[in-house]
């Protein structure tokens, strides 16, 4: 575990073992009147406090791939076309795992397209109920599950998706997502539920 790591995503054992030990330390000094052991273990605390308020208030880039990925979804279920537009880098590309053929290959068509699915499944809700994270130097991949409630005969689906962010000059966009599985449904069953280009 590196050190930005340590600081920025920090697993919550660590702030606690150390305002545990800071405590300790105080609690010792204060019953044997020691005031320089006392005001190592107040330090001690305090760093521990400061240690866990800036691993809760500083987010990674994972971090932040993960919110934004949330917030393209929450983009999508909200009908604010502008906003996932935002957050999809122009040559952005949409596809199937596992199928040979890119859908959609720009930011435009992505949200044309997602635009349309939304109109013709009617979704009325989408929730994600899951989320997996993982970086490589410039490269974050984000899979979602997500449940989708829709009006008509097909009501509750569940799917999985894949979201390549990859870091820019400007910061991270967006530049692939992958549909991994649609309901039971992979790779040649899931095309044709997709909008035509």
């Known amino acids: 575990m590196d050190v930005k790591t340590l600081l920025f995503d920090t697993p919550w054992w660590l702030p606690t073992a150390i305002v545990t030990v800071g405590a300790v330390v105080f609690y010792s000094a204060n019953k044997r009147q020691e005031g320089r052991l006392r005001t190592v273990g107040i330090g001690v605390v305090l760093l521990g406090v400061v240690l866990a308020a800036v691993s809760y208030f500083v987010d990674t880039d994972l971090e932040k791939a993960v919110k934004r990925t949330k917030q393209l979804v929450g983009a999508f279920e909200k009908k604010e076309w502008e906003t996932m537009r935002s957050l999809l880098h122009p040559k952005a590309s949409l596809g199937i795992l596992n199928f040979p053929a890119t859908l959609y290959n720009d930011r435009d068509t992505i949200v044309a397209k997602a635009k349309e699915a939304s109109e013709k ?30 009006d008509g005969p097909v009501g509750t689906v569940t799917s999985t998706w894949q979201f390549d962010w990859q870091e820019t000059a400007d910061g991270w966009y967006l530049y692939d997502i992958r549909a991994v599985q649609i309901g039971r449904m992979e790779s040649q069953q899931i095309a044709p539920m997709f909008p035509r280009r």
């Open 121 to 150: 499944y009617n979704f009325k809700r989408v929730m994600v109920t899951g989320t997996e994270a993982r970086q490589d130097q410039t490269l974050i991949t984000v899979t979602i599950n997500v449940i989708s409630e829709q």
